[in-house]
């Protein structure tokens, strides 16, 4: 089982950035996939979720309005577009899979970090 984030980067305040996760290894169609982040010194933090099938999303409220979350099942790759990035969006981003229904059976990656600083 993989899951590999990528897109991370240095971008201005006010900028854009959209994460990717390539999954491989499990069943991807049948995962509700999710995206968290942890700053430094903090706990980590969900950011978003799309269902296995992508038709519900949920978000932060800190990124509701500035973030979409997608998948393409065809392809396993989950994603997190973040427009109009704030100084405390820095953060290493993880990728989640979670097998809904089921106890304890979920998934990590292991990071990208997204720094928002001019």
């Known amino acids: 089982v993989q899951l590999v984030e990528s897109g991370g980067g240095l971008v201005q305040p006010g900028g854009s950035l959209r994460l990717s996760c390539a999954a491989s290894?499990?069943?991807?169609?049948?995962?509700?996939m999710s995206w968290y982040r942890q700053a430094p010194g903090k706990g980590r933090e969900f950011v978003a979720s799309?269902?296995?099938?992508?038709?519900?999303?949920t978000y932060i409220n800190s990124m509701k309005g500035r973030s979409t979350i997608s998948r393409d099942n065809a392809k396993n790759m989950v994603y997190l577009q973040m427009n109009s990035l704030k100084p405390e969006d820095t953060a290493v981003y993880y990728c989640?899979?979670?097998?809904?229904?089921?106890?304890?059976?979920?998934?990590w990656g292991k990071g990208t970090l997204v720094t928002v600083s001019s």
């Open positions: 799309i269902t296995s099938n992508g038709r519900s999303t």
């Open positions: 989640k899979a979670v097998l809904p229904g089921a106890i304890n059976v979920y998934f």
């Open positions: 290894g499990f069943t991807f169609s049948s995962y509700d």
